[in-house]
């Protein structure tokens, strides 16, 4: 007894908050914002307030990485903290007819990939862990795991669920390409049609605050902003919707692009706000010190976002692929207003919140990630040393500093402290380099194949 209570002490850093108030866990996700798209990551176009007082008050993370360069096996990976090549869900669930402007009928939507397929039922997911430690979970967003019944968040652990399942919406509409897509709990429903999405998205969150603030909760918010509009409208596809107060905060583009950009940088805003709202109510009930916060994008900034001084965009290898902004705040137990430049991932969040709210981590469940509080409070080094990805037969490889890629798009090996924007290769001039990435790449895609106590999950 007296060596655990030693080593609690020694551990009351790192642990839930002390006394009877257990952490709750706030984890907000924005979909393809750019590295760059943050006054906090440099941005001076793009306002954030809320987010650069998040930073203020914790730790910005430059050098956190996603498991996959778009948006569905990125979270399901976060979800489940496991590699896309381990749980299954190892490429997008969409309909892709939609890219040559086909308007899925209800009969033929009935049977399409994105109608039918989902994150494998097996998988355990992070909601599933804290509601069996005790806590009230809510998801308000976008889902993207799957859309028939046994997908859905209330089927993953979830207590309360509004959103949408597949990949994108209209913002305003809420139907991708055509197709009704807003689901409140299991059930689908077009209640709040022609509401901004982001807005129901923060009430939401706000009333699952306001009925859970007396008892530990987990809150998920995947917002879909700033992701395109999913509109076969050719004026809407591809564009950031926002509504116009917040498109009034910036000046009207002169051009196709620069009002492209005008209507991302609205939609960021008023993500930020929205999240500003989020964190107030935190206040309100002056839970915010008991609270773990993480803030990070799904996957790369795409067409009009800015990735600055990163190369490459969403669904590329290349680091601005898959090099992310991050935020983590928890006073007390995180410094504040940090830069950490360690190597760390996504995969690192399943494992880290489960510490931070001292629930049980799954038993019989091999985890891609480890608990990255220690490195937040600069107590040691990451642990991570290598990272892969793989897109089909794009793969990508970092092993320390080094980067290397073969992929349709992007090629080469990269030295990253010398050159975070990829554009040195140094494959000629260290072939044993690249001998040793193919070799960890082999290494790794042959672990992803290991079964494990609930079997291989690639070949069920
Ligand atoms: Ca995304």
Not at 48 to 54: G, K
Not at 93 to 122: C, F, K, M, Q, W
């Amino acid at each position: 007894m007296r060596a655990f209570l030693l080593f609690a002490l020694f551990c009351l850093p790192t642990l839930a908050s002390a006394g009877d108030r257990p952490t709750n866990v706030v984890l907000i996700v924005s979909d393809d914002q750019g590295y760059h798209d943050l006054g906090c990551f440099g941005a001076t176009d793009v306002q954030t307030p809320n987010l650069d007082r998040l930073a203020s008050q914790g730790v910005r993370l430059t050098n956190f990485y996603v498991a996959w360069n778009a948006c569905t096996p990125s979270r399901a990976a976060f979800l489940t903290g496991r590699y896309p090549q381990r749980n299954g869900t190892y490429d997008m669930i969409r309909n892709d007819r939609v890219d040559d402007g086909h308007l899925y009928s209800p009969d033929e939507y009935a049977v399409s990939p994105e109608r039918i397929l989902g994150t494998d039922v097996r998988e355990v997911f992070l909601a599933n862990a804290l509601h069996d430690a005790g806590y009230s979970c809510g998801c308000y967003g976008k889902w993207d795991g799957g859309q028939l019944k046994r997908y859905l968040p209330l089927q993953r652990g979830f207590d309360s669920f509004y959103g949408f399942c597949n990949t994108g919406i209209d913002y305003f509409t809420h139907e991708r390409y055509g197709v009704p897509s807003m689901f409140a709990d299991n059930q689908p429903t077009t209640q709040d049609r022609g509401t901004y999405c982001t807005t129901l998205f923060r009430d939401h969150a706000i009333e699952f605050i306001d009925r859970n603030h007396d008892k530990p909760f987990f809150l998920y918010v995947p917002f879909n902003a700033p992701h395109g509009a999913s509109n076969l409208d050719p004026e809407i596809r591809g564009s950031v919707q926002a509504s116009p107060e917040y498109l009034a905060k910036y000046p009207a583009g002169t051009d196709k692009h620069s009002e492209r950009r005008r209507g991302y940088m609205a939609a960021v805003t008023e993500m930020d706000a929205a999240i500003g709202a989020i964190l107030k109510r935190l206040e309100k009930y002056r839970i915010e010190d008991n609270t773990l916060v993480i803030f990070f994008s799904d996957n790369g900034g795409s067409g009009i976002a800015n990735n600055e001084p990163l190369q490459g965009k969403k669904s590329t290898m290349w680091e601005g692929g898959n090099r992310v902004p991050c935020v983590v705040r928890w006073p007390g137990h995180i410094p504040a207003g940090k830069v950490n430049q360690q190597f760390l991932s996504s995969l690192e969040v399943f494992p880290t919140v489960c510490a931070a709210t001292e629930s049980a981590l799954p038993k019989g469940v091999i985890y891609d990630g480890f608990d990255m509080l220690p490195v937040l409070q600069g107590t040691i080094s990451s642990p991570r040393t290598e990272m892969f990805w793989q897109r089909r037969s794009d793969v990508a490889a970092r092993v320390g500093d080094w980067k290397w890629i073969d992929s349709k798009r992007a090629k080469g090996l990269y030295f990253l402290p010398d050159d975070i924007g990829e554009k040195n290769d140094l494959s000629a001039k260290h072939p044993e380099k690249v001998e040793e990435m193919k070799r960890l790449l082999a290494e790794w895609k042959s672990k992803m194949e290991v079964a494990e106590p609930r079997g291989p999950f690639r070949d069920y």
